[in-house]
């Protein structure tokens, strides 16, 4: 659970989530939130048990902060990792549901707004324009067959990150999403989208801006070009090894 100034959020977050699935370790990884968060995630930590805090020097980027949590998350043995946001956009109560699919055979699950049942309440037209479109403009680019590649509620299991090498993936931003599915599903690995229900956050500020949409957008246009184009003719990774 990355966290970057979320102290209005990140006590229900970890409540909501201890409630829905008692029996997880939490780690959050705070980029040196300078609102309070850390310290109030260490309350709650005490007061919850079974929640770590990864506390960072700054702010690097959500792509940083999703490598160094899994990185803890590898080193200390689980089979199956989830990733969800701290501002309660993400439903706790899904959970259960994403981590069956995982235990069904999926070695990637997303938490998708875009299958049936799956829904974005209360975002304005743009919002949903830019969202949609650059799902659609993924899909298009990279041969991604998957409706929601930039959401970032998801379980995947330790060995498929360790097949796509997640350490040299690139993106800094929400490009970390598309990146992933992409080398998961270049690796052959099965994604499994189910409905989810995004909460647009009524606390705190969000942290898209057209910078990280930028990134996104020329990072997904390379990648396109270099594996359909500059890479046309080669073989496809196979499962058993990961993808450049």
């Known amino acids: 659970m990355p966290t970057y100034r979320e102290a209005e959020n990140v006590q229900e977050a970890l409540e909501r989530v201890r409630a829905a699935v008692p029996s997880v370790d939490v780690l959050v990884v705070d980029d040196s939130s300078d609102d309070g968060t850390e310290a109030i995630a260490r309350a709650a930590a005490d007061r919850l048990g079974q929640i770590d805090i990864l506390s960072r020097p700054e702010k690097t980027g959500l792509g940083e902060a999703y490598r160094a949590g899994f990185a803890v998350g590898l080193e200390r043995g689980y089979e199956a990792l989830v990733q969800m946001d701290a501002d309660l956009s993400h439903d706790a109560k899904e959970l259960p549901t994403m981590l069956t699919a995982l235990e069904a055979g999926a070695d990637l699950v997303i938490g998708s707004r875009y299958v049936p049942g799956g829904s974005i309440p209360h975002w304005p037209w743009f919002r949903r324009a830019l ?65 989810s229900v995004f909460t647009d956050r009524v606390r705190g500020h969000s942290k898209m801006t057209w910078g990280i949409f930028a990134e996104e957008l020329l990072l997904v246009t390379w990648w396109g070009f270099r594996d359909r184009i500059l890479r046309r003719g080669r073989s496809r990774p196979r499962k058993d090894a990961p993808s450049g």
């Open 131 to 195: 969202s949609r479109y650059g799902n659609r403009y993924a899909g298009l680019v990279l041969g991604l067959k998957v409706r929601d590649a930039t959401a970032g509620y998801r379980a995947v299991r330790a060995d498929a990150l360790r097949a796509i090498d997640v350490w040299s993936t690139r993106s800094k931003g929400y490009g970390f999403q598309i990146e992933t599915a992409y080398r998961v599903g270049r690796w052959s690995g099965k994604v499994t989208e189910v409905p």
